[in-house]
């Protein structure tokens, strides 16, 4: 049977990592785990060496429930972490809050206390102003604080930063939640180990995040604390992230993470969007690119600038990409796993041909 390619292949973008094909080294995977049968739900070599895998990497004792998507990751994992008064503080820009279609809220029934910050970031201070009113039954209880790493605005957390809000989360009777869609990302960047940032200093529960990164599907929930989650059994299920045929998930994750594709894959998307900013400055320096400037620094795999009038949608129709904030004229560039010089260098060229 033949198989017909439906899109130009040679198109290229800079919307998001979600846009890139799937790592050659993870469809091999997918491809040796489809022979003969396995225990559907989970119960197959596959999800039982992703538990290993996992333990090496965050430490012994973590759990890990493979799912669909990053929004499951997240609604699942945060509804196990909280009854059913219990809120959760994050970022007003945090992908809980304002990408995920209301799920959370209208699907796991959590009342999220968005908390407006400059960077993506929470800090303790910033924490506390949604920490309070426990006991008061006519607010909903801050149970949880939740972070991404890296942001949604393409920022970093250090270990000491993490390990700060984990400590004020934790003397307040909170959890910490971390949201990973792209956590390798900030591995990569950060130059530590994935428990550096996440079970050592103090994270309960992770969302970690596989398909951004190369993978065709793969996302988990990850209890780095047992004593934070309870009812992930049932609640994958009941929130219709149950795989019958897991092994394919967990089987992407495993080729991730057992070796270091997690990392390579990563680097390379971190070191396309330097390319990407390194040589818009370099521009605005000689002035061949005139009217750009960047609205965040650039620390994994996002490039956030603001552009002159009228030129992101003249730009679009090179390549695609998405406004940030169109009030602002600021714009986000992704750069993948796939993402290659030539494509950041073209890109580059056709913002100065406009500019």
Not at 70 to 85: C, E, H, I, Y
Not at 270 to 278: F, G, H, I, K
Not at 306 to 315: F, N, R, Y
Request: aromatic share 8%.
């Amino acid at each position: 049977m033949s198989v017909t390619t439906l899109h130009d292949t040679a198109v290229r973008g800079f919307a998001s990592d979600n846009y890139s094909g799937v790592h050659p080294e993870i469809l091999e995977a997918i491809a040796a785990a489809n022979h003969g049968h396995q225990i559907a739900y989970g119960e197959d070599a596959y999800t039982a060496r992703l538990q290993e895998v996992f333990r090496h990497h965050f430490g012994a004792g973590v759990e890990a429930f493979p799912v669909f998507n990053g929004t499951g990751a997240n609604v699942v994992g945060l509804q196990s972490m909280l009854p059913r008064w219990g809120a959760v503080i994050a970022a007003s820009t945090a992908h809980i809050n304002v990408d995920e279609g209301g799920a959370p809220e209208r699907v796991a029934g959590i009342k999220i206390l968005n908390v407006p910050t400059d960077d993506g970031k929470l800090t303790p201070e910033l924490v506390d102003r949604e920490a309070w009113g426990w006991g008061d039954e006519h607010r909903a209880q801050p149970l949880v604080v939740s972070i991404t790493q890296s942001s949604e605005l393409g920022t970093l957390y250090n270990p000491d930063e993490i390990a700060a809000l984990a400590d004020h989360a934790h003397a307040h009777g909170m959890r910490l939640h971390l949201d990973g869609a792209r956590i390798s990302n900030a591995a990569a960047a950060l130059d530590l180990p994935l428990r550096a940032f996440t079970t050592d200093v103090g994270v309960d529960v992770l969302s970690f995040g596989g398909t951004k990164n190369g993978a065709l599907g793969g996302e988990a929930v990850v209890v780095l604390n047992p004593d934070a989650a309870e009812g992930l059994l049932f609640l994958r299920k009941l929130n219709m992230q149950l795989a019958s045929k897991m092994r394919f998930i967990s089987a992407q994750l495993v080729a991730l993470l057992e070796g270091d594709l997690y990392l390579r894959n990563a680097r390379h998307a971190n070191a396309m969007a330097q390319r990407l900013r390194a040589g818009v400055e370099a521009g605005i320096a000689d002035g061949s690119i005139t009217g750009v400037s960047f609205s965040q620094p650039t620390q994994a795999n996002g490039v956030f600038a603001v552009l002159p009038d009228g030129v992101a949608d003249t730009l679009r129709e090179s390549f695609r990409f998405y406004d940030w904030d169109a009030a602002k004229n600021e714009v986000r560039w992704m750069c993948s796993f796939d993402t290659s010089e030539d494509d950041v260098d073209a890109f580059i060229a056709e913002l100065a041909r406009l500019t």
